[in-house]
């Protein structure tokens, strides 16, 4: 079964950056679409962005649109959440999750990871 593992969570103060990675064990992401979710704290799981398997087509959620980028690189395998301009309400888990089609719904990705924690505050 597709294992994913995230990677780049952390502290950062509001306006600051981080990117996040998504890597797979065993397996390879080259034939999945990836998405990125996070939970926020006593909040429910949302999409916050999604890249077809190539990369030609990639999605945002509203709350991200001009702050984050998705990319992948399918040489190392590795798809990058870079996170600008980061504020307060985006701390959360962030998990990501493979699929053979981007869905905005949890429930309609197939493989996910178990999340890296993003906290920010001053």
């Known amino acids: 079964q597709l294992q994913l593992v995230e990677s780049g969570g952390g502290l950062v103060q509001p306006g600051g950056s981080l990117r996040l990675s998504c890597a797979a064990s065993r397996f390879t992401l080259r034939i999945y679409d990836i998405g990125w979710f996070r939970q926020a704290p006593g909040g429910e799981r949302e999409g916050v962005s999604c890249i077809s398997r190539t990369g030609g087509s990639t999605n945002y959620a509203e709350s991200v649109k001009g702050r984050f980028t998705i990319s992948r690189d399918n040489v190392k395998d590795t798809v990058y959440l870079q996170m600008n301009s980061l504020k307060p309400e985006d701390t959360a888990i962030y998990s990501c999750?493979?699929?053979?089609?981007?869905?905005?719904?949890?429930?309609?990705?197939?493989?996910w990871g178990k999340g890296t924690l993003v906290t920010v505050s001053s």
């Open positions: 999750a493979a699929s053979r089609r981007c869905n905005p719904s949890p429930n309609g990705m197939d493989y």
